[in-house]
């Protein structure tokens, strides 16, 4: 049998420009990424350097205008990008997608005083964002939440805590959403908070079972004085804002999904075809061919589904739907991809010695973040059927 293994993603990019993006990305992630990945995920080392670099090459601000210190590129390949970055470490793809989602407010709300004086530095300074809508108490229920800020003069006096931010404690700026009117969702600002904040603290990070490398840590907002200038939008317009940065952010989790099992395939691929049981290839064996079919065929599909809703976006269309579906099957099938990568590998599967089983780990983080996957049927359902009776 010929040594087959994995193969490069072949891909269909828009522009010549976007070809050589790509190329990049593969080689910046096969030479500064990648090879450090399992020792510092296994220290729970974060890797600023790998974002300063992010932010130096221009990756930090890929889908933003040129005029502000962006790519310019369309979402189309941006996701790709990340689904690169994600399978070479996820703590990187994910950390990126995180720092885009913080600057969509900025970008699509702020006034064009504020992008012009703010945006540059954030999208290629070397600065690091986060986004602050989660509370101990409002997860999937967003529109609860209970930070609160109070006008004084000039400024918003801002207290309260957020919970599981992702780059808490190391982001240079948060974007963040607080109770400034009524309950529910009108009552709601968006805000721009300098990481550097008098009365900004962050807990411990969390332990958590897989991305130890990326810090996710409590914050608490103790009298954080913000100035006006740096409220996004209008007062009350905080929800609307959060809900259309989460559509696209729900795009960047399904890529960095699909990236996470691409790894894993390649993983699969390369074991099994040097691997020998019974005189030949483990390869050659229909059960584990029929698997690793499946695990290609569910790849494939997700890239798709997150493609077609990005040309969506791109195009100005409508993608809330598509968004929520490309979120919920790519992470999914990360999760079933990954899961397969272990058993095909045997023992070996199960250790340390081999990445499948931290690719396992962090796929299931993805089935969580950015609105957990029964909210995402939630969503769709709701787009198909109407909102549910009361």
């Known amino acids: 049998m010929p040594d087959h293994g994995p193969q490069p993603v072949e891909r269909r990019l828009p522009t010549d420009e976007a070809r050589d993006l790509l190329k990049l990305v593969r080689d910046l992630v096969e030479r500064e990424i990648k090879p450090p990945a399992a020792e510092e995920e296994e220290a729970g080392r974060f890797p600023r350097e790998s974002f300063a670099l992010m932010s130096r090459t221009g990756l930090l601000g890929l889908p933003y205008p040129a ?99 992702t780059h808490g404690g190391v982001a240079d700026f948060y974007t963040v959403l607080a109770r400034t009117g009524e309950p529910g969702p009108r009552g709601i600002t968006a805000f721009l908070v300098p990481g550097d904040a008098e009365g900004l603290s962050a807990a411990a990070p969390e332990r958590k079972m897989g991305m130890k490398g990326s810090p996710t840590a409590q914050l608490n907002f103790d009298g954080v004085r913000v100035p006006d200038s740096r409220r996004l939008g209008e007062e009350g317009q905080g929800f609307s804002i959060a809900l259309a940065a989460l559509d696209s952010g729900r795009l960047g989790i399904a890529a960095c999904a699909i990236g996470v099992a691409q790894a894993a395939l390649d993983e699969a691929l390369a074991y099994t075809a040097q691997r020998h049981q019974f005189g030949r290839p483990v390869a050659d064996f229909q059960g584990l061919r029929f698997m690793l079919a499946d695990m290609a065929t569910q790849i494939e599909a997700g890239r798709a589904l997150y493609l077609a ?78 909102p549910e009776s009361r």
């Open 67 to 165: 005029e502000h210190g962006g790519g310019e590129q369309p979402y189309e390949v941006y996701l790709q990008v990340l689904e690169e970055l994600a399978a070479g470490r996820l703590t990187v793809g994910l950390g990126v997608s995180v720092h885009t989602l913080a600057c969509h407010a900025l970008a699509g709300f702020g006034s064009e005083e504020q992008r012009k004086s703010l945006l540059p530095d954030m999208l290629g300074g070397g600065l690091l964002g986060a986004y602050c809508l989660s509370e101990p108490a409002s997860g999937s229920d967003a529109a609860s939440l209970r930070t609160r800020a109070v006008r004084d003069g000039e400024d918003w006096v801002v207290d309260g805590t957020k919970s599981w931010i």
């Open 309 to 386: 809703a990005a040309r969506l976006r791109d195009q100005g269309e409508p993608f809330s739907r598509q968004a929520a579906m490309a979120k919920l099957f790519c992470t999914d099938a990360a999760m079933r991809v990954t899961t397969d990568a272990v058993q095909l590998l045997g023992g070996y599967g199960y250790t340390l010695d081999f990445p499948a089983e931290r690719l396992m780990r962090e796929a299931k983080v993805l089935q969580i973040v950015e609105g957990t996957n029964q909210i995402q049927r939630m969503v769709i359902a709701r787009h198909l059927a109407g």
